[in-house]
Nanobody, 129 residues
Framework: QVQLVESGGDSVQAGGSLRLSCTSS???????????MAWFRQAPGKERDRVAA????????LYAEFAKGRFTVGRDNAKNMLYLQMDSLKPEDSGTYYC???????????????????WGQGTQVTVSS
């Protein structure tokens, strides 16, 4: 069974920064570098939105409009880790952040949550004003 585990969520003041991490653990560890990866977030009562995605082969990254210029998605291949550096945080960034892995066969669908094969349990981010 594949497990993705997020960490790094916390409570911060507006304008602060957080760095979220995602690793693979459990009975079956997957090489995150071989998957398209993404960060999603969900606030209470709202839909899950894709925050950022990074391609498996070329490392191309995509960001939601609200994340551009403030968030950076990347990989640490040596640690088999996906990260999300979040700067200039705003109260509206609060929510549960999930990492997700999508297989590479059949193309890349960065925003389609249904195309992701594996999900983490989420890490909570709270930004206070």
């Amino acid at each position: 069974q594949v497990q993705l585990v997020e960490s790094g969520g916390d409570s911060v003041q507006a304008g602060g920064s957080l760095r979220l991490s995602c690793t693979s653990s459990g009975a079956t560890v997957i090489n995150l570098n071989r998957y398209h990866m993404a960060w999603f977030r969900q606030a209470p009562g709202k839909e899950r939105d894709r925050v950022a995605a990074i391609g498996a082969s070329n490392g191309a990254s995509l960001y939601a409009e609200f994340a551009k210029g403030r968030f950076t998605v990347g990989r640490d291949n040596a640690k088999n880790m996906l990260y999300l550096q979040m700067d200039s945080l705003k109260p509206e960034d609060s929510g549960t952040y999930y990492c997700a892995a999508q297989g590479t066969s059949g193309g890349w669908f960065p925003s389609d949550a249904k195309k992701y094969n594996y999900w983490g349990q989420g890490t909570q981010v709270t930004v206070s004003s």
